[in-house]
């Protein structure tokens, strides 16, 4: 009886996120695009025009057969960060999808490898992480890339209470602070 309901309440959360429309990412194999996923790829190919870390440039979303080809250029060159850094924009990895189903679904977001090359470790991005979105008619994609994440302390003092014999003390915390090559692109 118990497993029953176990099972039972996992297919219900399960059709839940299904219904809801949830966000789910869907790991990509040697940067090829499922069969499933290709139509709706294919509508997000082409070049987009826009700015990233505030240089104006041009990012290219190609099909080569299944395999999805990210490249970016702009009056310095092909590099995305710094010419340079002779980085690499590798394979797909993974893409966001939400949807009802494999036939019924929007593109949210894409992975792509990325190797820094000669400026790692000051850029320490591993992903280019492409956010799409649609506004007034026009497709965006949002791009964003880990500069450095660094720990960060930050304490503050407690005043104590002196009248019962109880010392200020210092409390400490810890945060991960992440800064980020960013840009936005429109077709």
Known sequence: MHSRILKFSVLSWAVIGILSGCESEVEITDGEIPAQYLKVAQSHTGTYVGKFNGVPGELTLSLQGRRAVLSYKNQFGSDLVDPSCQ??????????????????????????????NRCFPSVEGKEVVLSFSEKSGQRRIDVSLVR????????????????RGIPPRE?????????????????
Request: some cysteine; charged content about 30%; hydrophobic content about 30%.
């Open 87 to 116: 980085s690499i924009i590798g394979d797909l990895l993974k893409v966001g999808v939400e949807g009802q189903d494999a036939s019924n679904f929007e593109l949210k977001s894409a992975r792509f490898a990325f190797s820094a």
């Open 148 to 163: 450095r994440s660094q720990l960060e302390q930050n304490c503050r003092w407690d005043g104590g209470d002196p009248s």
């Open 171 to 187: 409390y400490c915390e810890r945060q991960l602070r992440t800064d980020y090559y960013s840009g936005r692109f429109g077709k």
